[in-house]
């Protein structure tokens, strides 16, 4: 039995599928970039006191970027930007974005400062287990000082990368993560030399790669003719409706971050480098998040933003269950490749002088709990996009509240029995939770989604991934060994991952998928 044909009109889903793959593409530079940073700091600071005050500096300013800059905000402007070009009025855009910039500019600075008087509270607050160590806990504050001015830099940076999604110019702001890991792997090895701890060279890394991150878009905002200027307007309309957007968006978005921070929380109460195998196993899961849904993600906004502005119902039904059914094809196989291959390959990039076997044997145990959840956390973030394309940020808010309580619980109730893993396990629960509330939903206001062929989709590509997946039991009983050197891990690891790729392809042939017929049309472009 095959799957339906898709439309006859396939220009809106290769459009989508073809600006993921162009994401898609920056990101999986980035993802490789993040990897040679990570392979670096976990030989440099492995999972010891140093790394663990890194990564709560780290998490702070990333909890604000996420919840005002890439999260609410990025929900709210895009949407209303959107209705701005559909008016096709350039001066009233330009004015728009200038007074946009200008308010963001002055809160940002604001929030900055205060953080800076009230550091020692906030690192309290987020990893109260750190106060029982007090050079743990200052080296934390001190870090996070120097951390937190990325916040500024980076949320302007997802202004500018907000306007040039929207004009459907996603390469430079897909490849912009690639400057901030290039600058930490300077951080890591170089800048590391001037500095005591050296730790504080990660710190300075991180900020600069703000810094780099807008600098770099900024060219591409002024050819637009829409370059950043000072423009005290606080009345424009624009601001107004943003403000009105993000009121909720930020509710919501904050639901996920206190997940996030909530797990730290814990976290710093477990025994020493909970924090770092969490971190590292995040790292693995992110790579195939970020490659699939982030970027479907990203390219989709923009995308159902403008068809919701037309009222083309029928596009904007099509392309969103386009985006999962593409999730679908391309998260489960990936799962399948962390849950069996989770130790080789982070025994390949990880581990190395300060990263021994029993921290990657630890850190493996969380990304099986992780990997669990990828095609949940990856159906949350293109369902998402279509409730703020349609100006609804109340929706999604109420779910995550929901979601975030079971976090909650399911955090509490798993870090005794599991520890670290147990809250690796309680995200990939409440990925679960959180798909199906927002599915339901949306299925209650725009019709069927999970339609005949989106569970024909789930049930090939399901088959298609468990092939693939004995195929790497077999071949890692065969071929893999702690014992190979690097380069031996390294060639043996990507001709089975290789290996692994063609043999889901080829059942997905077989099975007569239609996604691969999508993405076969946009490799060959």
């Known amino acids: 039995m095959t ?15 073809r600006s993921t793959a162009i994401i898609g593409f920056f990101t999986l530079l980035s993802r490789i970039s993040g990897f ?6 976990a030989r440099a600071f492995g999972a010891g006191m140093g790394a663990d005050a890194f990564f709560v500096a780290q998490k702070l300013p990333n909890f604000l970027r996420r919840l005002f800059a890439e999260g609410a905000f990025s929900t709210a402007f895009v949407p209303v930007f959107a209705d701005h070009l559909n008016q096709n009025n350039p001066e009233e855009t330009r004015h728009a974005v200038q007074a946009v910039f200008t308010h963001l500019a002055m809160w940002l600075m604001i929030v900055v400062a205060v953080g800076q008087v009230i550091m020692p509270a906030l690192v309290l607050v ?22 937190f001015p990325y916040i500024f830099f980076i949320s302007l940076a997802a202004l500018a990368a907000g306007i040039l999604n929207s004009h459907r110019k996603f390469a430079i702001p897909a490849a912009t993560p690639i400057l901030l890991n290039i600058s930490m792997i300077l951080g890591a090895t170089l800048f590391t030399r001037f500095f005591d701890p050296p730790v504080m060279g990660l710190a300075v890394g991180l900020t600069l790669g703000g810094i780099l991150q807008l600098a770099f878009q900024l060219p591409a905002i002024h050819k637009l003719g829409l370059g950043f200027r000072f423009r005290w ?3 424009h309309p624009s601001i107004q409706k943003i403000l009105t957007l993000m009121g909720p968006s930020v509710l919501g978005v ?34 195939p998040l970020g490659l699939i849904a982030v970027a479907l993600g990203t390219a989709i906004l923009p995308t159902l933003s403008a068809k919701a502005a037309r009222g083309d119902t029928v596009g904007f039904k099509r392309d969103l ?15 399948v490749a962390l849950v069996v291959l989770a130790e080789p390959m982070l025994t390949l ?18 990304l099986l709990a992780y990997g669990s959840g990828l095609t949940a956390l990856a159906t949350v973030k293109v369902i998402a996009p279509a409730f703020y394309a349609q100006k609804d940020t109340k929706t999604p808010v109420r779910i995550a509240i929901w979601c975030m309580i079971a976090n909650m619980i399911f955090n509490l109730a798993l870090m005794f029995p599991l520890q670290h893993v147990g809250l690796a396990l309680a995200t990939s629960l409440a990925g679960f939770l959180n798909a199906g509330l927002l599915l339901h939903a949306l299925q209650k206001r725009i019709g069927t989604l999970i339609d005949r062929a989106l569970i024909l989709t789930l ?4 088959v298609a991934s468990l092939l693939m997946g004995g195929f790497l039991l077999w071949s890692e009983q065969l071929y893999w060994s702690r014992t190979l050197t690097g380069t031996q891990q390294a060639v043996t690891l990507t001709g089975m991952l290789i290996a692994a790729g063609v043999l889901y392809l080829i059942a997905a042939w077989l099975f007569r998928m239609p996604e691969i017929r999508f993405l076969l049309r946009i490799v060959k472009r």
């Open 459 to 462: 049930l090939k590509a399901l």
């Open 36 to 41: 040679v940073r990570d392979m670096i700091i």
């Open 349 to 366: 990039l990880f581990e190395r002088g300060a990263f021994a076997p029993e921290t990657t044997r630890l850190t493996a145990n969380a």
């Open 233 to 235: 307007e606080p009345g």
């Open 254 to 287: 904050s639901v996920a971050q206190i997940n996030l921070l909530f797990d730290l929380f814990i976290a710093s109460w477990l025994p020493e480098g909970s924090i770092s195998y969490l971190y590292y196993a995040d790292r693995l899961l992110e790579f």
């Open 3 to 17: 799957n339906p044909s898709p439309p006859s009109d396939h220009t809106g889903a290769a459009q989508l599928l």
């Open 321 to 335: 269950t386009t985006g999962l059914r593409v999730v679908a094809f391309l998260t489960l196989p990936a799962t």
């Open 126 to 147: 987020a990893a109260p287990g750190f106060v029982d160590d007090a050079g743990k806990f200052d080296l934390a504050v001190l870090l996070t000082r120097v951390t």
